[in-house]
Every structure is written in structure tokens, then in C-alpha cells.
């Protein structure tokens, strides 16, 4: 069983054991999103994890093609691409990590409140690179357990936590990439100082990606004082496409 839930990531995982499983054969190397951000940071530039989502049950919405989205951005130079697969609350689809994953050689990470082995193997068969594990849905066994499961694929997961509380979790369990994610996901709330403070907390040995809320260099600029080594930038890529090249 996952952690005591309640309201809309209640329902959100609870349809993610629902998930079918996907019968694919894996055709494509998997591309290593550390290595990638630590290339990028060596040429002096900001490594973009550039997101493709279409909605979330924050009020954002989007139509972009997601194949022209893809190309765009890995021909701007993000460092990866992340692709929103949740379909019941953010309107994702495995079909558009397939299409997006067969559609670029740059790291593809699978975006899912992923509580399963099964979407572990779907993240793979389809293409990913790499997925998500939210601290905040699992249990320290089970964060555990599915690191491990992903890395029998060589799919390096990024972990994703909300504070210092959830560092510690992350930290034991043997996280290689921790994302800080400025959204509280049952109020909404951006919080870039929060950010900041975890930020400054997780060891230099450790890939650290600033999540949500990211709209300028700025902000990058100030985030890397704290630490940060990569964005993972969605609605105002999705808003605005070419923003990348500025924010790189």
C-alpha cells in the first residue's frame, strides 16, 4: 500500500494501478539524462528538461503538436524531455511518450505518478529514458524497491520531493537525481524559497533538478546559487516554445 492519500492523489493513484500494461518491444538505446546534464553543464549552458503536457488539475491547459514540440525543443538544445503520460487529471497518453521518444535521441523522462512495476516496464517498452518517483505516493520500501526495479532497465529515475523531510527519505533510498518541486501538489502553491532552502541541502554528489515555476533566466541564474544543475520547465515552454533558446 502507498501513503495515506487524500482528495485528487487519491484518485490519481488509484488509476495508476488501473494502468494497463503496454506489449511493446523496446527498439531504441536508453539515453542517460545524468550524463546528459552533466554534458551540457560542461559546454556553460543551462540544462532545459523541456515538459510536454497538455492539461493539469492546476488549471493549465495546452494543445501543441507533440512531435513538432519534441523537435523543436531538442533542436533548441534541452537536455531531455519530459512527456506527461497521467491520462484521468493532466490529459497524457502513452502515445505520446512513444511518439515523442521515437521522435528525438536527447533523454526522455516518463511523467506519471508511477506506483507500479508494471508502469516501470510500460516506461521502458515505450521508450523512456528515465521516470518519475514522487516521494510524497510512496513508502520508503517502496520508493526503494522501485529505484531498483528501474535500474534493472538502466532507467535512472528522478525522485521527486517536497522538502527536507522528503530528502532524507530520498537520500536513503539511493537517489542519484532529486527533483525539488516549488508546486505543493494538494494546494497548487509555488514556492521558489522552499526550493531554495532544499536546494542547498542535497550533496554536490547528487543531480539537482528545480521543478515548476520556471518562467525566466532570471530564475535560473538564482537557482543555480543555490545549487540547482537542471530545470524541469512545462507550461510556459508549452505557453512558448522559442522561450527555450533564452533560457538556455
Known amino acids: 500500500m502507498v501513503r495515506f492519500l487524500t482528495g485528487w492523489l487519491k484518485d490519481v493513484v488509484n488509476n495508476a494501478y488501473s494502468r494497463p500494461y503496454v506489449h511493446k518491444i523496446r527498439d531504441k538505446p536508453v539515453f542517460s539524462l545524468i550524463d546528459a546534464i552533466r554534458k551540457v553543464k560542461e559546454e556553460n549552458k543551462n540544462p532545459i528538461i523541456a515538459e510536454y503536457k497538455r492539461a493539469s488539475p492546476s488549471g493549465f491547459s495546452a494543445d501543441r503538436d507533440p512531435i513538432e514540440y519534441a523537435k523543436e525543443m531538442e533542436r533548441s538544445g534541452a537536455v531531455g524531455i519530459s512527456v506527461l503520460t497521467e491520462d484521468k487529471f493532466f490529459s497524457g497518453s502513452y502515445d505520446y511518450l512513444f511518439i515523442i521518444s521515437h521522435t528525438v535521441k536527447i533523454p526522455v523522462l516518463m511523467k506519471d505518478f508511477?506506483?507500479?512495476?508494471?508502469?516501470?516496464?510500460?516506461?521502458?517498452?515505450?521508450?523512456?529514458?528515465?521516470?518519475?518517483l514522487i516521494v510524497r505516493i510512496l513508502t520508503e520500501r517502496e520508493l526503494e524497491s522501485l529505484i531498483l526495479y528501474a535500474r534493472s532497465y538502466r532507467l535512472e529515475p528522478l525522485v521527486e520531493i517536497f522538502d527536507e523531510n522528503e530528502l532524507e527519505i530520498a537520500l536513503n533510498a539511493g537517489a542519484k537525481i532529486i527533483g525539488v518541486n516549488s508546486r505543493d501538489l494538494l494546494t497548487f502553491t509555488i514556492d521558489q524559497e522552499r526550493v531554495k532552502r532544499v536546494l542547498r541541502k542535497i550533496p554536490s554528489n547528487v543531480i539537482r533538478v528545480a521543478e515548476s515555476g520556471i518562467t525566466s533566466k532570471e530564475q535560473i541564474e538564482e537557482l543555480k546559487k543555490y545549487g540547482a544543475d537542471a530545470f524541469l520547465i512545462g507550461s510556459s515552454l508549452m505557453k512558448e516554445p522559442s522561450k527555450i533558446k533564452e533560457l538556455i
Do not use: C, F, K, M
Open 114 to 132: 508511477v506506483v507500479t512495476e508494471r508502469q516501470i516496464d510500460n516506461a521502458y517498452n515505450l521508450g523512456a529514458d528515465s521516470i518519475l
